[in-house]
């Protein structure tokens, strides 16, 4: 199988250092001030956004700040950098033979700027220019000093807007990957929350940031996952989305392997689980790791609202990503293979809906699901304007209308109906999409061999889920394999209380989360009252 | 080497001994007495189990291929190994074409066998091609499924009244001859005897401590489901109507009647026979691709495919359903093959290592 794979998609040749070939030219910078940024110009191809500011130093040096223009804070520039460099240029004016020392004066002396640091070498110096450092270079300097005035425009911190709670946490992660992994650390101040950086992307430079609890979370998974990071060398991460595909255990699966929120506080619990996460800078998603099927079906609202309602809420998301998955299935086999299934009285009602219908039951199935998918997808691009227009056309063009006309039945636009709703209850909108694509391969085996095929499939899917691991963790997890400890966090949401051990297999060994006797109990004067009356 | 839970073990045990075994009348033969075979049948066939047990536990890093080699010598052992291998996949055969059979009996008349066979093989293959462990870990999720649904109709039967428990008596009207009869030739070999399968799977257990305990808890739970389904379907139905049914629980079910909601639980025992046959014709199909690897010392997904046809056209061979029990029939009876390969082959296996056990620690 490996091998016929591997044989029809040949590794590609090309050498992924293509791009850099204008860095190879000269990377050692030159002791003329002039010359050198004469060559950061060449080098960035004279972009009208690289801003030099060349001004006099103490003892009649001539420098220069190079900088980013819309990256960095320029009053930081002038306030930090080239203010202290000037007013020290007042104090000490006049030549001084010995200029070899200039470079740690100004680093250590003059410069009132939070990060400094040393570049020898063209590339480096431009790659920090371009991470939104400053660069001070001055005549007689074999070396660039960089001092970080980054300052990226950015999103504040607003409620996220696909995932919202009723109770809980309203703030949520924006693009900048210091204010999410800031948001994560104000809920975990431990200095065990370990943090380990990789830049992702070669054209792109992706921050990229891998975020734990060291003693909660698994090693190997850590390792695994850090092992997959470096492994990938490509030109650009945009968005986690990239990240995934890279890093997921399996590609062809209709299952997600990780999840993504932009909650804080979901991504704090997980972390507290033992799970990891990897914040991309760019993106409001962060990627949670490992995860098992039944995470999916987990908001984070169901651990601050009562945990019987939270509950009786996740077998409501399990049944509903069920029927979105199976009604119109199991509609289309009932209504063509199996029609001594039904009550009497609704197959009289069914059938006489369906008499003036032209179309057998799955084409008229298909037909309306892909109606739905359209109008889905039209919502979501139309102009909010607009908005109101496609929900008139859809539920009274297309629905009402399609009836009257006799294209299709009540009840398929009912089930349609249904089953879209349905899939918006799920929490985790990637395993929705999942339910989506099985629904439409389930109408098809549903269509032709009725209740067999919709089984078969369903079969199919189980083994296929039974295969899948994420970072190594079986996907089914703790239905198969049985692992009783792990059941009070996944059907069901006992108490907190109850909850003394963290997830197994998912944390740690020896995951023992809080006291096991924190039942709640009335004071004890209360109870010698009950008992006195 | 794959590793299996006890958890995976014991719900395979559990699903492989059901398999499709209530939806027929087991020992029907001793009329109203059925559930009394089906009793004595658990309780002799436990003795093989404890026998298999006992041969596993001497050898507890081997499966039976491997063992048949160790003590009966290279050219024997083999010999009696392609002879198991070739059992499991003829038993795999006849799950496959009962599925065929009774899928288009009950469910889709106008779509071909072959079609359903295929289906059934390709998902049998896939699951083997996943692996071992995948396979048991499919058990493990639909395990509680099955006993919950079975249990759901149990309760039925009850609520809805169909169930008559009179139609047990007159108990023992002809004596324990016939029950014992029936339970010595027929169901100690199917379904108990059966269990002979995991001396294939149990040295991949990872707990070796718990292969007893697990093993024949699970054999008794399968055991209560199996009594319970034939008991139940024996108190709706009646001795007569069980005995001359192709489907008796179908036929059983049928019965319940919720007006206005539930009129038709047979989706339910469609269901159910579906997981049931599925689990055992590819636990038959497993084991003989394992034995077949562990002969030519290979990796045992080299096999999936070849073993997979083979049973796949050999399912064929029966011109209709009717010979294809009639083979059954003749196999099992005429060619005494559940005795010799359940009973006579391993009683001697065992013998011999006792024997030899004895030597070894004499030397």
Redesign the interface.
């Known amino acids: 199988m490996k091998k016929i794979l591997k044989r029809s998609f040949p590794k590609d040749k090309i050498s992924p250092q293509q791009e850099s070939e204008a860095g190879e030219r000269t990377t050692e910078l030159s002791r003329s001030l002039q010359q050198n940024i004469e060559q950061i110009s060449d080098l960035t191809g004279h972009s009208s956004d690289i801003t030099v500011r060349a001004f006099e130093g103490p003892y009649q040096l001539s420098m220069a700040v190079v900088y980013l223009n819309g990256a960095t804070d320029i009053e930081m520039i002038n306030d930090h950098i080239i203010k202290p460099i000037l007013s020290a240029a007042e104090a000490n004016p006049d030549s001084e033979e010995d200029l070899a020392d200039s470079f740690t004066l100004i680093q250590k002396k003059i410069l009132t700027v939070g990060a400094t640091n040393t570049k020898m070498r063209l590339p480096e110096l431009i790659q920090a220019l371009y991470n939104g450092n400053a660069v001070i270079l001055a005549e007689g300097w074999d070396r660039g000093m960089t001092a970080n005035c980054a300052k990226w425009e950015h999103r504040s911190v607003v409620e996220p807007s696909s995932q919202s709670v009723v109770r809980g946490p309203k703030d949520g992660f924006t693009e900048d990957i210091n204010t999410n992994i800031a948001l994560i650390r104000r809920r975990i101040k431990s200095p065990n929350l370990w943090k380990i950086d990789r830049i992702i992307g070669r054209i792109t430079q992706t921050d990229v940031s891998v975020l734990y609890l060291k003693g909660v979370a698994r090693d190997s998974v850590v390792n695994e996952l850090l092992k997959r990071l470096d492994r990938i060398d490509t030109d650009s991460i945009l968005e986690s989305g990239y990240l995934e595909e890279f890093i997921q255990d399996q590609t062809f699966t209709l299952f997600p392997t990780l999840i993504n929120t932009e909650r804080p506080d979901s991504v704090a619990g997980a972390i507290l689980d033992g799970q990891v996460a990897v914040l991309v800078d760019g993106t409001p998603f962060v990627l949670v790791l490992p995860v098992t099927f039944f995470k999916f079906f987990i908001a984070s609202e169901d651990y601050y609202e009562r945990f019987d309602i939270s509950t009786l809420l996740r077998i409501l998301r399990f049944s509903a990503l069920t029927i979105s998955m199976l009604l119109p299935s199991l509609y289309i086999a009932i209504t063509t ?2 029609q ?2 039904l ?3 609704l197959l009289v009602s069914l059938a006489a809906q369906r008499e003036g219908v032209p179309f057998p039951a799955f084409f008229e199935a298909l037909m309306m699901e892909i109606t739905f998918e359209i109008l889905r997808e039209a919502g979501i691009r139309l102009p909010r304007v607009i908005g109101s227009a496609i929900s008139i056309v859809g539920a009274l063009v297309l629905g009402q209308a399609a009836v009257q006309a006799g294209l299709v039945s009540a009840a398929m636009v009912i089930v349609v109906a249904f089953t879209a709703i349905s899939s918006f209850v799920v929490p985790a909108l990637n395993i929705a999409i999942s339910a989506r694509l099985i629904r439409f391969i389930l109408m098809l085996l549903g269509a032709t ?4 095929g919709i ?2 499939g369903l ?2 899917l ?3 889920m ?2 899948l691991r994420s970072f190594g963790i ?1 996907y ?1 997890t703790p ?4 692992v009783p400890g792990n059941w009070k966090d996944a059907f069901v949401r006992v108490p907190r209380w109850m909850m003394t051990t963290r997830p197994r297999l998912i944390a740690a060994e020896n995951g023992i989360r809080q006291k096991s006797n924190l039942q709640p109990e009335p004071p004890e004067t209360e109870e010698k009252k009950g008992t006195k009356r | 080497m794959e590793k299996i839970s006890k958890y995976q073990l014991g719900t395979m045990i559990i699903l492989f001994l059901i398999g499709s075994t209530p939806l027929f009348e087991l020992g029907i033969k001793a009329k109203q007495d059925a559930w009394l075979v089906v009793i004595t049948g658990m309780l002799i066939g436990f003795l093989l189990v404890l026998m298999f047990l006992a041969i596993q536990r001497r050898e507890p890093d081997h499966t039976l291929v491997q063992i048949l080699i160790q003590y009966f010598g290279p050219y024997a052992g083999k010999f009696v190994g392609w002879i198991y291998v070739v059992s499991f996949a003829y038993e795999s055969m006849r799950n496959v074409r009962d599925f065929g059979e009774l899928t288009i009996m009950t469910i889709l008349s106008r779509t071909p066998i072959f079609l359903i066979m295929l289906i059934l093989m390709l998902l049998s293959i896939y699951a083997i091609y996943k692996g071992m462990e995948v396979f048991f870990r499919v058990a493990e999720f639909l395990v509680g499924g099955v006993i919950f649904f079975y249990l759901v109709l149990v309760v039925m039967y009850f609520i809805t009244g169909v169930a008559q428990p009179d139609k047990l008596l007159p108990v023992l009207e002809n004596g324990i001859r016939p029950i014992l009869q029936e339970s010595l030739s027929r169901s100690i070999w199917f379904p108990f005897g059966q269990m002979m399968v995991f001396l294939m799977f149990w040295s991949h257990l990872d707990d070796k401590k718990k292969l007893s305990g697990t093993s024949i808890r699970a054999y008794f739970i399968a055991g209560f489901v199996i009594f319970l389904m034939n008991t139940t379907t024996l108190i709706v139905l009646g001795p007569q109507v069980a005995d001359i049914s192709t489907v008796p629980l179908l036929q059983a079910v049928q019965l319940i009647q919720i007006p206005g909601i539930f009129e038709r639980f047979d989706v339910l025992v469609i269901l159910l026979f579906y997981s049931g046959i599925f689990i055992k014709a590819t636990l038959w199909f497993l084991a003989a691709v394992l034995g077949l690897a562990q002969l030519f010392q290979t990796d045992y997904r080299r096999f999936v495919f070849l073993v997979g046809a083979l049973i796949y056209l050999t399912a064929f061979i029966p011109p209709n359903w009717q010979s294809h029990l009639e083979i059954g029939t003749i196999v099992a009876e005429k060619f005494m093959l559940n005795p010799i390969l359940l009973g006579i082959i391993p009683g001697l296996l065992f013998v011999i290592m006792l024997i030899r056990g004895r030597g070894k620690r004499a030397g």
């Open positions: 293979f199996h001594e299934l009550p009497t009285t061999l009725g209740m067999f089984m078969s079969l199919f189980l083994i296929h039974s295969g079986p089914l239905l198969s394999p049985f």
